[in-house]
């Protein structure tokens, strides 16, 4: 049962231009979302988290949004560079279960010159 | 801080075999848990460990199995192993206070032939 969806399995953007990664959920007790990403050979590192009380987070290029009601989040990076190449994961969490996260299936990004 | 260590990188195993695989947390990290990585099925969570207890389990047959010793340091065991068990195996820590955030180590790679 796949909890938390990545549906785009692949983006390729422009550099410079806006990456934008979506990632749904279907279970309402989630309270917690993350970011990773991750490069060929290495671990997932963490990139950005949000919390259900917010509906935004920025971290530099990186901003997160989430929209409870619609159990949906997205990931944006402004600008996109190559070395953002990478897939990106994002999970989720509830407070009651730390350490149990669920993952999507991870999105291929591309930054091309 | 030195990050988190996994060995071995890669093995090779026939079904039938078993393996064990040994993750070192972040130094005073507590609690160690392990996900599965197959292509298209993002991170499948397996188990987390806190102070030599298990504290959370996934959805994985009896064959895996885990456990950590009172440094910190968990390891994990495939039995039986099965062509489907082929995969990256990662290890992550996170301390028990703070940012519900995982530090992943750069996992090993199990191939079962």
């Known amino acids: 049962d796949q909890q938390v969806k990545q549906n785009s399995p692949s983006l390729s953007v422009q550099e410079g231009r806006i990456s934008i990664l979506n990632c749904d959920y279907t279970?309402?007790?989630?309270?917690?979302f993350l970011w990773y990403k991750k490069y060929p050979a290495e671990g997932p590192t963490f990139l950005i988290s949000?919390?259900?009380?917010?509906d935004k987070n920025e971290d530099g290029r990186f901003t997160v949004f989430l929209n409870k009601s619609a159990k949906h989040l997205s990931l944006h990076i402004v600008p996109s560079q190559p070395g953002d190449s990478a897939v990106y994961f994002c999970?989720?969490?509830?407070?009651?279960?730390?350490?149990?996260?669920?993952f999507g299936a991870g999105t291929q990004v591309v930054v091309t010159p | 801080k030195a990050g988190v260590t996994q060995t071995p990188r890669y093995l090779i195993k026939t079904r039938g075999q078993q393996v064990t695989l040994s993750c070192s947390p972040i130094?005073?990290?507590?609690?160690v848990s392990w996900y599965q990585q197959t292509p298209g099925q993002g991170l499948q969570f397996l188990f987390e460990?806190?102070?030599?207890?298990?504290?959370n389990k996934g959805n994985f047959p009896g064959r895996f199995s885990g456990r950590q010793f009172s440094n910190s340091r968990s390891e994990m065991n495939v039995s039986t192993l099965e062509l489907g068990d082929s995969a990256l195996y990662l290890c992550?820590?996170?301390?028990?206070?703070?940012?519900?955030?995982?530090?992943f180590g750069a996992g090993s790679r199990l191939t079962v032939l």
């Open positions: 992550a820590s996170r301390a028990r206070s703070g940012a519900n955030v995982l530090t």
């Open positions: 279970n309402s007790m989630f309270d917690y």
């Open positions: 949000i919390s259900s009380i917010k």
């Open positions: 999970a989720a969490s509830r407070t009651d279960s730390w350490g149990k996260f669920q």
């Open positions: 130094s005073g990290h507590r609690s």
């Open positions: 460990y806190f102070s030599e207890t298990q504290r």
